[in-house]
């Protein structure tokens, strides 16, 4: 019978593949920083999204701005995202996701706080490109980190209960924009508690790195070496 050696598995674009060092249940994933930092993350944004879907042409035209301006500014934020997603995907691949999720924070953070502030086009025009921009970084982590932080095994229930809390962080969105319009006769001070979460979720993924994780190019994968007699009688022949 053929003996076996082991050699490193492929690498990618150079690159060790990571994988988990262990596939993580539910249960321990819930127990650990990086889910909640991303969970809770991602669900804040699909709060926002929510929210400024429904009520971005109000909060644009209390600024003065026509409907126009708010279909420009859809189909600007559209755009970012489709033209950003294989570069950010790119970046992903190659940088912490961690620190990744803090960029995609601070934008938003960002945005949040200059929107009640902004009275040009050229102003809204970067606010659309910054929002593009820091969507596009949720999608591609919440596809993302997942698998490469807890495995693939239960991948799919630790995914599911991700979404659970983003769909009921969606729902509130609106209610949340409606609320403060209705207790304080503007959306800014919701613009300013949203920046101010976003900020400290910032802080807090910058500091919390994903479970511990062994590159895959370290695994060893057989490769069957025929027996040194084969050899022999080969090489006699």
Same mark, same amino acid.
Not at 90 to 95: A, P
């Given at each position: 019978t053929a003996t076996q050696v082991t050699a490193p598995a492929e690498q990618c674009c150079g690159q060790p593949e990571y994988a988990s060092a262990k596939q993580w249940t539910v249960a321990e994933a819930i127990r650990t920083q990086a889910f909640w930092v991303f969970a809770l993350a991602t669900s804040l944004i699909g709060l926002i999204s929510s929210g400024l879907s429904l009520f971005n042409e109000s909060v644009l035209t209390n600024q003065g701005f026509s409907k126009e301006t708010f279909y420009n500014l859809i189909t600007l934020t559209g755009t970012i995202g489709l033209l950003t997603k294989l570069p950010?995907? =790119?970046? @992903?691949?190659?940088?912490s996701l961690n620190r990744l999720l803090t960029v995609g924070l601070v934008l938003q953070a960002l945005c949040m706080v200059a929107l009640p502030f902004i009275n040009s086009m *050229?102003?809204?025009?970067?606010?659309?490109?910054? +929002?593009?921009?820091?969507? *596009? %970084?949720?999608?591609?982590? !919440?596809?993302?980190? =997942?698998?490469? $932080?807890?495995?693939?095994?239960?991948? @799919?229930?630790?995914?599911?209960? $991700?979404?659970?809390?983003?769909?009921?962080? &969606?729902?509130?969105?609106? %209610?949340? !924009?409606?609320?403060?319009?209705?207790?304080?006769?503007?959306?800014?001070? $919701?613009?300013?508690?949203?920046?101010?979460?976003?900020?400290? !979720?910032?802080?807090?993924? =910058?500091?919390?790195?994903?479970?511990?994780?062994?590159?895959? &190019?370290?695994?060893?994968?057989?490769?069957? %070496?025929?027996?040194? $007699?084969? %050899?022999? &009688?080969? &090489? +006699?022949?």
């Open positions: 950010i995907g =790119w970046i @992903g691949e190659r940088w *050229t102003g809204i025009s970067a606010y659309g490109v910054g +929002m593009g921009i820091s969507g *596009t %970084i949720t999608t591609v982590l !919440f596809f993302t980190v =997942w698998s490469k $932080a807890f495995g693939r095994e239960h991948l @799919g229930q630790i995914q599911a209960l $991700a979404q659970l809390l983003t769909v009921v962080a &969606s729902a509130a969105g609106p %209610i949340v !924009f409606a609320r403060c319009l209705q207790q304080f006769g503007s959306y800014s001070p $919701a613009f300013m508690f949203l920046a101010g979460v976003s900020s400290l !979720f910032a802080v807090w993924s =910058w500091f919390v790195p994903l479970p511990n994780r062994i590159p895959t &190019s370290k695994a060893t994968a057989p490769i069957p %070496i025929r027996p040194s $007699a084969e %050899i022999t &009688s080969s &090489s +006699m022949t």
